[in-house]
């Protein structure tokens, strides 16, 4: 019997140990882009029926502890999903170990991200499009100095890196139930 790839049986057995799949969201400030991409995926993945671990952070530790910008919350319930309970917080060293896919809105997230990793760190670090066949290493736009239309046009680009990634992500749990 196959408790859980990659531990050893008697951890499944005294179970503690959460198996779902895990997903961290990054940004600079965790405000803007990273809260609107850990809500949006969250609503896919409960819609899709993928049962999953889903967070944000960010890069810089400018808003630590701020509600996501109001802009952000506005936009997000347009599309029905409540955003405003989210908290900004930092990466640390833990989340390398506790996420199965940290996943950069940017390529300088990206950098920022690798910057910090550890060593031996666990988690694979990407962009969100890095999932969208044809569209590997493209930008989520930083709407912060923008307008209520530029967080919107953000929403429709984190939509549509989330799908891409909700595949990827589900393709995953398959194979690893297979
Ligand atoms: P985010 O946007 O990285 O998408 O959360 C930003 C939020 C705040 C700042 C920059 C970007 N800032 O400089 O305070």
């Given at each position: 019997?196959?408790?859980?790839?990659?531990?050893?049986?008697?951890?499944?057995?005294?179970?503690?140990?959460?198996?779902?799949?895990?997903?961290?969201?990054?940004?600079?400030?965790?405000?803007?882009?990273?809260?609107?991409?850990?809500?949006?995926?969250r609503?896919?993945a409960?819609?899709?029926?993928?049962?999953?671990?889903?967070?944000?952070?960010?890069t810089?530790?400018?808003?630590?502890?701020?509600?996501?910008d109001?802009?952000?919350i506005a936009?997000?319930?347009?599309?029905?999903?409540?955003?405003?309970g989210?908290?900004a917080?930092?990466?640390?060293?833990?989340?390398?170990?506790?996420?199965?896919?940290?996943?950069?809105?940017?390529s300088?997230?990206?950098?920022?991200?690798?910057?910090?990793?550890?060593?031996?760190?666990?988690?694979?670090?990407?962009?969100?499009?890095?999932?969208?066949?044809?569209?590997?290493?493209h930008?989520?736009?930083?709407?912060?100095?923008?307008?209520?239309?530029?967080?919107?046009s953000?929403?429709?680009?984190?939509?549509?890196?989330v799908?891409?990634?909700?595949?990827?992500?589900?393709?995953?749990?398959a194979?690893?139930?297979?």
């Open positions: 019997m196959d408790f859980c790839k990659g531990l050893p049986y008697w951890a499944a057995m005294l179970g503690g140990v959460d198996h779902r799949i895990s997903v961290l969201f990054v940004c600079l400030g965790n405000i803007c882009r990273s809260p609107m991409a850990e809500g949006a995926f609503a896919a409960h819609r899709s029926g993928l049962d999953c671990v889903v967070d944000s952070a960010g810089a530790s400018y808003h630590l502890g701020d509600a996501p109001p802009r952000a936009i997000a319930r347009a599309h029905g999903i409540e955003i405003g989210q908290y917080r930092q990466i640390d060293a833990k989340d390398f170990f506790r996420f199965n896919h940290i996943i950069a809105m940017d300088a997230n990206l950098e920022g991200i690798k910057a910090r990793a550890p060593r031996d760190g666990t988690a694979r670090i990407s962009m969100l499009f890095d999932a969208v066949p044809g569209r590997g290493g930008s989520v736009p930083d709407p912060y100095h923008g307008t209520a239309d530029d967080f919107a953000t929403w429709a680009t984190i939509d549509e890196g799908a891409g990634l909700l595949m990827q992500l589900r393709a995953e749990a194979s690893l139930t297979r």
